[in-house]
């Protein structure tokens, strides 16, 4: 059984930075393309970004320039930088594989963006 435990949200001011970490569990992450998710209030969830096993990664338009996703296999750990945000940047955040049957969610992490 996979677990994934995100960390790091939190209240930031629009213009300033948080660092999202997600832990996973049960299995290696090393042999999957990672991503980052996110949902706001009474919209769907929708992908910000992915990283391949090769590092690779990949950005919706909206965070393009201002998010870096990484990832440390050893620690099993994928990491989200989050710069410049927005207030449109308000919402859960959750990381998982990327695939059309993903694991379990986890609880996500909340990132408020408010002045």
């Known amino acids: 059984q996979v677990q994934l435990v995100e960390s790091g949200g939190g209240l930031a001011q629009p213009g300033g930075s948080l660092r999202l970490s997600c832990a996973a569990s049960?299995?290696?992450?090393?042999?999957?393309?990672m991503a980052w998710y996110r949902q706001a209030p009474g919209k769907q969830r929708e992908l910000v970004a992915h990283?391949?096993?090769?590092?690779?990664?990949n950005y919706a338009e909206s965070v393009k320039g201002r998010f870096t996703i990484s990832r440390d296999n050893a620690k099993n750990t994928v990491y989200l930088q989050m710069n410049s945000l927005k207030p449109e940047d308000t919402a859960v955040y959750y990381c998982n594989v990327l695939s059309s049957t993903p694991y379990d969610w986890g609880q996500g992490t909340q990132v408020t963006v408010s002045s």
């Open positions: 049960g299995s290696i992450i090393s042999i999957y393309i």
């Open positions: 990283i391949t096993t090769g590092g690779i990664t």
